[in-house]
């Protein structure tokens, strides 16, 4: 999942701080798959946090600033970019270390903002370490690019400073009505048979066709997957990128229970190997992170029901 390049990389304005903390900062323990992603705009941090684990996600946008003569960077959520269930708005209180090892580190507590949480954790903070993964930034938030589109309208910053990548993001169809009845290559069916096959869900929709997105959930990292759909190749070894694969499915026929199975070729950089999975059935959207690797693949469920409402 990596299209890389050097976005934010450089500092906007040269009275800033030497200090540039713009990149990708992943978690180091703990059950969630979290990270911070930020980048140095005009001297402030502005990016997002992204959080998985027990069953939700949250991604947020974030906005900071770093005082480098205390190496502490104090930021806060200010609004919501998706999320699933029991997710709260953050504020972070973080001290910038660097390991002997060369690693950087962010480190601190984030204080739920919101009444409800404060009062669910007695007004305790949650303590996290952030390590540097990456010192660029792969996309932008609409927050970021509302920043950066201002900095261009006032001039302060020339059009080779960065590359410009678009918010809007482009599908690259892949229409499929017939699966072609070619047979599965050995090393993907032992991969099905022989790894363990977790079940996201079960979606029961009258429609007859759907919609399958499959896209990168927030960083690029180079993992690849094939999907099988009711056992054959629907796509071997798909990169996830940021811009969508899509598929559409015709479920009407045939089976009245359809599976779709995700198989991991690697871990990525950043294990395990994940992917946003969108589902579009009439007037209805289904959103769902696929998480695999080498021991399990992740299965959808999609029941035809030509009578439900």
């Not at 309208?153 to 229409?175: E, G, H, M, Y």
């Amino acid at each position: 999942m990596k299209i890389i390049f050097s976005l934010l990389t450089i500092i906007f304005c040269s009275n800033l701080p030497a200090q540039n903390l713009t990149g990708v900062w992943i978690q180091e323990f703990g059950g969630e798959n979290a990270r911070l992603v930020i980048a140095k705009i005009d001297g402030h941090y502005i990016g997002y946090t992204y959080d998985e684990g027990g069953g939700s996600f949250c991604k947020a946008n974030f906005t900071g600033n770093f005082d480098s003569s205390r190496q502490k960077l104090k930021g806060i959520n200010t609004s919501f970019i998706d999320k699933g269930f029991m997710h709260t708005l953050s504020r972070y209180n973080l001290n910038y270390e660097k390991g002997r090892d060369g690693a950087e580190y962010l480190k601190g507590n984030l204080f739920p903002k919101g009444v409800g949480m404060m009062v669910l954790s007695f007004g305790m903070p949650k303590f996290i370490r952030y390590k540097k993964l990456t010192d660029v930034v792969t996309d932008t938030t609409e927050l970021m690019q509302a920043k950066i589109t201002a900095l261009q309208n006032d001039s302060l910053i020339t059009a080779n400073t960065f590359q410009n990548r678009p918010v809007a993001v482009t599908d690259t169809a892949i229409t499929v009505k017939t699966i072609i009845d070619t047979p599965v290559p050995a090393a993907i069916m032992q991969a099905k048979t022989e790894r363990r096959a977790d079940t996201l869900t079960t979606i029961r929709t009258a429609a007859e066709t759907i919609t399958i997105k499959i896209m990168d959930n927030g960083v690029v990292d180079g993992d690849t997957i094939s999907i099988l759909y009711n056992g054959k190749i629907l796509v071997s070894n798909l990169g996830v990128k940021l811009e969508p694969a899509v598929f559409t499915l015709d479920i009407a026929a045939d089976n009245s229970v359809h599976e779709i199975t995700m198989i991991a070729h690697n871990l990525g950089s950043i294990p395990p190997n994940t992917a946003l999975v969108i589902i579009e059935a009439d007037d209805k959207t289904y959103r769902f992170t696929a998480s695999t690797d080498l021991q399990r693949n992740s299965v959808l469920l999609v029941l035809h029901d030509k009578d439900k409402p």
